[in-house]
């Protein structure tokens, strides 16, 4: 080779070099729990992220406070595990049961962020007649009854576990060739029981956004069991010794405030005619249950 | 350590072990600057191990190897060698570029270099290919390329590892010639291996027999070739045929406990004046070369004549094998 | 059917008009990737001549190793180095996870053994005697090895090839090492997997042709790189 081809080749070489220096100059690097750490991990729900709400909020978090944000979006049950070990900051999640656990070994605090509720989606047809249901229970015994095919997600997600939980209230185990586990995301679950034209319990947010390309339709919805709430859950330092604690606090301080609040309570609007969320900072899940009895 | 009478090289116990066995074993070796010494064996003797092991190229497992005097590293050797190994390795690309990258690994400067290329196309008859990629030239043409590589170097010792063998006979003919011209100008030391005794007496001021990694015989050409110390250097000179004292008729005076004859020395057929005959009984027409032979047998030893003048024994006819006493040689 | 035309047209007209949420998905997969390739080859290629031209104890083992690695599963890389980098882990201090440095380090991983195997091939094609011809011309042992090198330049060509291939077009540990996070460590592949998760298909197609327009530019610089081989003789 040329004298001119071997500069060409170091040259490359030293751009490539160079340029993977400059990203990570981009992101700082922080120092674990010490208070001028400027890094927070966001760890939160699939369908919080999917929305697209905190791709709105958190660059405005951002350049409020100045911390950058990093928001891993896995399923409920994989960030809660994330904030047990200390490898998040704040979490977002709408699984009741195991924020619990965790707020009770005192490595987390919960506050309600929002809500907004599942349903019950599947083909038009609806070969188990669940409009007709009363309960959300009643819905899926029906399905179970009829053998229809359902899908689960499988993933410990939070809408994993509500699901779950309406079965044990049907006193139905849900077994047989008909109740099928994806294992993946809200998403690609909906994916799948629209090709299979199967039934599917979702969160409104995800399946208005993908309403245009599964087909479904909303079979089952409304009443006060299918409410959907979101907490947040900022870190302590119980759960690990790098935890952000000062910035997962900022952050849910952020998130509750009442402007934010009344973003959330925008947000959607334009694109799908309803918000995907109901702001709810400072009650309780009760106090939103009661309210929504009352109202429907 | 007087500079004046020092050897350019000496070997003392040099030894090389590979895999358990001992594939070179050399007490003493010396080569002289401008003398060109040939390796005389056959295959698996050693010859190209001992030529790695002068050149650098290979590290013995005991010894010393001296430079001028002084006990030498491998490095110290490369630096004054240039090499042409069996096989014409050429790099990829022109003809020129190759003999330009032996100056270039040298550090000849740059200025230099056109002129010393041609020079050597020039000399090795490869001026009309200087352009040719490398991958489209015949054997010949590379062994050639290989050979200008290496002199271009101008080096002080020359190292030739059986660099004629894929060459068919003319070519060789041709390079051996051009070669002698070469290292006649040069003055260059040379050490070079071949299993070929007429190429060693073309190049060759000094021979060294070579037999299982030992020197079974060195000396001037002239001594080794009249005078093989024995049977296996005796072979590999052409003495073919060798005949133990005891198998002879009485008539031919005994000078040593071995007759050594050439297979071309030794004829069926017309006889040469005052020519020995000894007694044979054929057994296999054969050719030796281009020359038709017998097969025959003197007691139980076999030997090869050639037919001169006459027709070819037939297998068990007793034959009368004539040899002219100033051919042979006694061992 | 449709989909994949309307892909096609999406992937088109993104690239056209330089959208700029495309291009710095695009800009960050090929520096990640081209960085993770440029270590490969820095550690691959001498661990290729290691064992091509080298005699050493373990030799074949080392070789057995490399052949192992090659099989890697990108998601098993992944979560080796999420292991070492997460806050928990002997790296964590360094706070590298969620970072494309992290998902150069994984990738790393990923393309060094193809690196290192193919090179091995391809150095061990060149034959054993041209070392020790170039040496006999005056080259010093490392110059040897270089012109070793030269010889077998478009086989280890191939063998930097495979590697950028191999992690240009890997999501498992991309996505578990970077987190897919916009504007920080989002690449062609995890947006690929998040459109589809997400029901946009069009999307994810676009990103997908996308990716094949990259792996198409590959193949061609190495196909006239070989057809071309006396232009590169010099």
């Not at chain 1, 599917?200 to 339709?217: P, V």
């Not at chain 3, 201090?93 to 053994?113: D, G, K, R, S, V």
Request: with cysteine; aromatic share 4%; charged share 20%.
């Amino acid at each position: 080779m040329s004298l001119r081809i071997h500069t060409a080749c170091a040259a490359v070489l030293a751009a490539a070099t160079l340029a993977s220096c400059g990203s990570s100059s981009n992101s700082p690097s922080g120092t674990g729990g010490s208070s001028d750490n400027k890094l927070v991990i966001l760890a939160t729900t699939t369908s919080v992220q999917d929305s697209g709400l905190l791709d709105q909020l958190v660059p405005e978090f951002q350049t409020q406070s100045g911390y950058t944000v990093k928001t891993i979006a896995v399923g409920s049950g994989e960030a809660l595990a994330m904030a047990g070990r200390g490898e998040a900051d704040v979490v977002i999640a709408h699984d009741p049961e195991t924020e619990k656990k965790l707020v009770s070994t005192g490595e987390a605090t919960q506050s309600v962020l929002m809500h907004n509720d599942f349903v019950v989606i599947g083909p038009s047809s609806d070969p188990a007649g669940i409009k007709q249901a009363t309960r959300a229970a009643d819905a899926l015994k029906r399905i179970a009854e009829k053998q229809a095919a359902f899908i689960s997600r499988g993933d410990k997600s939070g809408t994993n576990n509500f699901e779950l939980k309406q079965w044990k209230a049907a006193g139905v185990t849900p077994s047989g060739s008909w109740y099928q586990e994806s294992g993946q995301g809200m998403g690609q679950t909906i994916t799948i029981a629209s090709q299979k034209q199967a039934y599917t319990l979702a969160d409104r947010a995800t399946y208005l956004a993908t309403k245009d390309s599964s087909g479904l339709a909303i079979l089952y919805e409304g009443t006060p069991d299918m409410l959907n709430v979101y907490d947040v859950l900022p870190v302590t330092g119980k759960a690990g010794s790098r935890v952000n604690v000062s910035g997962g606090k900022a952050f849910a301080k952020f998130m509750l405030s009442p402007a934010v609040q009344k973003e959330i309570g925008q947000f959607g609007k334009d694109k799908y005619g309803i918000a995907l969320f109901d702001p709810d900072a400072g009650q309780t899940a009760q106090q939103i249950e009661q309210e929504l009895a009352k109202a429907g | 350590m007087g500079p004046v009478t020092d050897p350019l090289i000496e070997l003392r116990d040099v030894a090389i072990d590979r895999g358990g066995r001992t594939i070179l074993d050399v007490p003493h070796l010396k080569l002289a600057d401008g003398t060109v010494v040939a390796a005389l064996g056959r295959n698996g003797a050693g010859k190209s191990t001992l030529l790695r092991a002068i050149g650098g190229l290979a590290e013995p497992t005991r010894g010393t190897i001296m430079l001028n005097g002084s006990p030498s590293t491998a490095g110290d050797r490369r630096r004054l060698i240039s090499a042409v190994l069996q096989r014409p390795l050429l790099r990829r690309g022109t003809v020129s570029s190759n003999i330009e990258a032996g100056m270039r690994f040298r550090g000849i400067e740059r200025r230099e270099r056109p002129a010393r290329t041609e020079t050597w196309l020039k000399a090795l008859e490869l001026s009309h290919l200087a352009d040719q990629q490398v991958h489209r030239l015949s054997g010949g043409e590379a062994q050639r390329v290989s050979l200008a590589r290496a002199l271009a170097l101008r080096p002080r010792l020359l190292l030739l590892d059986e660099p004629f063998t894929s060459l068919d006979t003319p070519t060789k003919a041709e390079l051996l010639s051009d070669l002698r011209g070469v290292i006649d100008k040069e003055r260059c030391a040379v050490f070079f291996v071949t299993h070929d005794r007429h190429e060693a007496s073309l190049l060759a001021d000094r021979v060294a027999i070579l037999h299982q990694g030992r020197i079974l015989q060195e000396g001037p050409l002239a001594e080794v070739h009249d005078h093989p110390s024995d049977m296996m250097g005796a072979e590999l000179l052409g003495y073919r045929n060798q005949l133990p004292a005891d198998q002879l008729p009485s008539a031919i005076p005994r000078k040593g406990s071995m007759l050594l004859i050439r297979g071309s020395d030794l004829t069926v057929g017309r006889a040469p004046t005052n020519g020995w005959e000894i007694p044979a009984v054929a057994v296999r027409a054969t050719i030796d070369g281009d020359a038709p032979s017998v097969v025959a047998m003197v007691g139980n030893i076999p030997v090869m004549a050639r037919v001169v003048d006459a027709a070819t024994p037939s297998p068990g006819e007793s034959v009368t094998l004539h040899v002219n006493p100033t051919h042979v040689r006694w061992c | 059917m449709g989909l994949i035309w309307e892909g096609f047209t999406s992937a088109l007209r993104l690239l056209w008009n330089r959208d700029p949420e495309t291009m710095e998905i695009l800009w960050l997969s090929l520096r990640v990737s081209l960085s993770a390739t440029v270590v490969a080859l820095l550690i691959g290629l001498p661990v290729g001549m290691l064992i091509a031209v080298g005699r050493f104890p373990g030799r074949k083992l080392l070789l057995a190793a490399v052949n192992t690695g090659m099989g890697l599963p990108p998601v098993v890389a992944g979560l080796f180095v999420t292991l070492l980098l997460w806050r928990s882990g002997p790296l964590g201090a360094a706070a590298l996870l969620y970072t494309p440095t992290a998902m150069i380090i994984a990738q790393a991983f990923i393309a060094t053994p193809l690196v290192a195997g193919i090179s091995t091939a391809a150095l061990q094609q060149v034959d054993p005697e041209f070392r020790t011809q170039m040496l006999g011309l005056g080259a010093g042992r490392l110059r040897s090895l270089y012109e070793v090198a030269r010889e077998a330049r478009l086989p280890l060509l191939a063998a930097v090839m495979a590697g950028f291939g191999g992690v240009i077009s890997e999501v498992g540990a991309a996505t578990m090492v970077g987190g897919n996070i916009k504007h920080q460590t989002r690449v062609l592949t995890t947006a690929a997997v998040q459109q589809t998760a997400m029901g946009n298909f069009g999307a994810a197609i676009a990103y997908g042709m996308i990716l094949l327009a990259i792996a198409f530019l590959v193949v061609l610089v190495l196909t006239l790189a070989q057809q071309h081989q006396s232009l590169w003789a010099r």
